[in-house]
């Protein structure tokens, strides 16, 4: 039987269709979250992209003060005791017929030193171990023609940090009883990280060692000469070298590019900085506070080296 409402209809569900409007609204809604997951998603991926440059950039950095650290702790003089004068001696005095320096002209410093790495052109050499050689360390902006493959054909000009090793059997540091025997190394540099702005050498004693804490015992201004510098730094290693590398990331090094022309903020941010070792810390920090203020990221690495062939005596 079928029941019959006061009204006379047969009773039945109730159905009813979204509007136009609600239909609009909801694919509005609907547009507007995919939207923000899409530009969540694309800051996610630039970020992950960003940090990725600037981790490959800031590894290749590291890679390069593992190898200046690494080869610098074995840095030898092989210091003899001789007399002050062949011809009329008065007294025993330090001497070396080896040689190593330190340049600070302001800005980033280089380094250069005899080591045993065992580096020969010559395969009669090769397989002997304990091998003298010249190494050098310094900061060059210049393209990489001489570096890239063959196909490549577009200039790439970035900082470099470059590493100098002169064959045990083309030493020529014997044969020169100045500085000039670094000029030889120029043509065997090749670079061992990109982006490197800055190379600091300062030679010190230890801290334990430096109760002023200034760590200017050595030199005031970062400069070292084994042969010419006179008083403790003759013929003598210093006990330790702090090596302090500056890093920017590749995305900051393609925005500053300006063909062979060094980026201006840069050359202007380390202009007359580490040629005091008393301003140090202050001079790191403005350079930081600089490169921060232009957008350009940057790391610092510093590492105390002990130079292990040193046999450090503060008497002349």
Known sequence: MTTVHA???LAGP???AFTLVEMMVSMAVLA????IVASITGQATKTVTRGSAQIDAFQAGRS?????????AQATLNTYWGYDDDNAPTRYT???????LVNAPGGSHSIYFQAPEAFSSSTTYQQTRGLLNACGYYVKFDN???????????????????QALQPTEDL?????????WTQSLDSLAWPIAENVIALIAWPRTFYQDDPSGLGNQLTANYRYDSRTGGGIQYAQLPPMVQITLVVIDESSAIRLANGSQPPSVIE???AGKFIDVSKFQSDLTALQNTLTAAKITCRIMTCPVTLRESKWSSTP
Do not use: C, E
């Open 144 to 162: 990489d023609k001489d570096y890239r493959p063959a196909h490549i054909t577009q200039d790439r000009w970035r900082y470099r940090l470059m």
């Open 32 to 35: 507007l979250m995919l939207a």
């Open 7 to 9: 009204k006379g209809s």
């Open 94 to 100: 330090r001497k070396s017929d080896l040689h190593f």
């Open 64 to 72: 390069g003060f593992d190898i200046i650290t690494q080869t610098l």
């Open 172 to 180: 020529t540091v014997f044969t020169n009883n100045n500085a000039t």
């Open 268 to 270: 202007n941010a380390l």
């Open 14 to 16: 109730s159905t009813r």
